[in-house]
């Protein structure tokens, strides 16, 4: 018989009380379950009441980046008041339905036990006849695992018989995993490809690739210290002459970066949701020699204040000021043109349509830029197996590429962004 395996563990009335941990896989169409075990811990015996319904979060960062909150209901036939002897386990069931985007590794957390998320990797009904077998078979395999009130199924009744995680219904189904090598990676700026035609019907395809990565995984998730919350970043945007002969490449612009970087800093206030906060060094250049080299280093500050719901729709803003510390001679007089700030909005919701526009005001009269991207998940345009986002850009002014920093642009393009 399979030992409890304990999530946590936290004082909930008179009685402790933990989650056992679910099989780590299931199908969308099985009920999703959380069972609950409450362990009597005075000498004398405890007493609880068990709540008809369970508030739980789902999530799954691979897919539209949501946290749902649901409601699960404690399964028919549960006691609503439970005496427990000391050292007697109660085990009592809440089910519910699995969202229908749901799938692939899962994140479920209980937000009112201090307790550790649990992850479960779920798929959707095969569609052959053969795996329909299989699941089916897996299934069945799968019903000995804990009933309501702790007991098991072909296992005699006990009021303190020690309840056990479900059989999985596949073996061999491979471990939702984190905290790996990867997960030090995630998203820096917008990564995307897009195509479009601006002044005078000139062709000029533009595509990003940017991640951020995290130096130091600390020991406590919550940590504010430098050298916990210190990365390394990296974009690199060309211009892609697609219609011309040879399709060159007009510009590329590398761009790495060594800042620190804070979600949220903690600072609280009316007038915001949150505050975050990044700051850090910069380089900037095309990898050009002669007349058509262009380069730049500067330091900069970004705070970023959230206004709303940030699980919702919610505005975003990004003030980022910098100052260069070397600017090459061949573009001396970049600042005339891109100036010391960028003033950054977002408007959006994080699993539906958002606007992103930066402006730029150079410290000449009349130069300066609008870049705005308006991008809306293909997941909710399809369905949850789609990634990615439908992306729409314009873009306005001086600076759009680092090599005409100096000449004015204006173009509209239309795309697929990876990440926004």
């Keep these: 018989m399979s030992a409890l395996v304990l999530a946590g563990y936290c004082a909930y009335s008179f009685a402790g009380v933990s989650v056992l941990r679910p099989p780590r896989e299931a199908l969308s169409s099985s009920p999703l379950e ?48 439970l005496k427990l002897a000391a050292g007697e386990l109660k085990a009592v069931r809440y089910t519910g339905t699995w969202p229908e985007w749901a799938r692939g590794a899962m994140q479920i957390d209980v937000p009112d036990l201090d307790v550790s998320p649990s992850y479960v990797l779920l798929t959707h009904p095969p569609r052959s006849d053969k795996d329909a077998e299989l699941a089916s078979a897996g299934g069945a395999n799968a019903t000995t695992g804990t009933t309501a009130a702790g007991t098991m199924s072909g296992a005699p009744s006990s009021s303190s018989l020690i309840a056990s995680s479900p059989a999985p219904s596949r073996p061999d189904a491979p471990v939702p995993q984190i905290n790996t090598f990867l997960s030090r990676f995630s998203a820096y700026e917008p990564m995307y490809f897009a195509d479009g035609w601006g002044q005078d019907g000139d062709n000029l395809a533009k595509f990003q690739l940017s991640f951020k990565f995290r130096l130091v995984i600390p020991d406590d998730p919550r940590s504010r210290r430098f050298v916990d919350n210190l990365y390394f970043g990296y974009t690199q945007t060309s211009l892609w002459a697609i219609e011309e002969y040879s399709s060159p490449f007009r510009d590329t612009s590398y761009l790495p970066a060594l800042f620190y970087y804070l979600e949220d800093t903690g600072w609280k206030s009316k007038w915001w949701s949150r505050m975050g906060v990044m700051a850090g060094y910069e380089h900037e250049s095309n990898g050009r020699d002669g007349p058509e080299s262009r380069g730049v280093d500067y330091v900069f500050l970004k705070p970023i204040w959230d206004f709303g719901d940030i699980n919702g729709y919610h505005l975003t803003i990004e003030p980022k000021i910098y100052y260069y510390t070397h600017i090459a001679g061949e573009n001396h007089d970049i600042a005339d043109y891109r100036g010391y700030v960028d003033l950054r909005f977002i408007y959006g919701s994080p699993d539906g349509a958002q606007l992103d ?8 009269g009349g130069k300066g830029s609008i870049d705005t991207q308006f991008t809306y998940p293909l997941a909710k345009l399809i369905n949850s197996r789609w990634g ?26 239309i795309g697929y962004s990876i990440t926004r």
């Design 34 to 81: 959380v069972t609950i075990v409450y362990a009597g811990d005075l000498p004398g015996g405890t007493e609880v009441d068990v709540p008809a319904q369970l508030n739980i979060a789902v999530s799954n960062t691979e897919l539209i980046p949501r946290r749902l909150a649901l409601a699960l209901t404690r399964e028919s036939g549960a006691p609503e008041h």
């Design 357 to 364: 526009t930066t402006l730029r005001k150079g410290t000449k």
């Design 388 to 413: 990615g986002y439908v992306w729409l850009g314009f873009f306005s002014g001086y600076g759009e590429d680092i090599l005409d920093y100096n000449q004015h642009r204006w173009i509209a393009r």
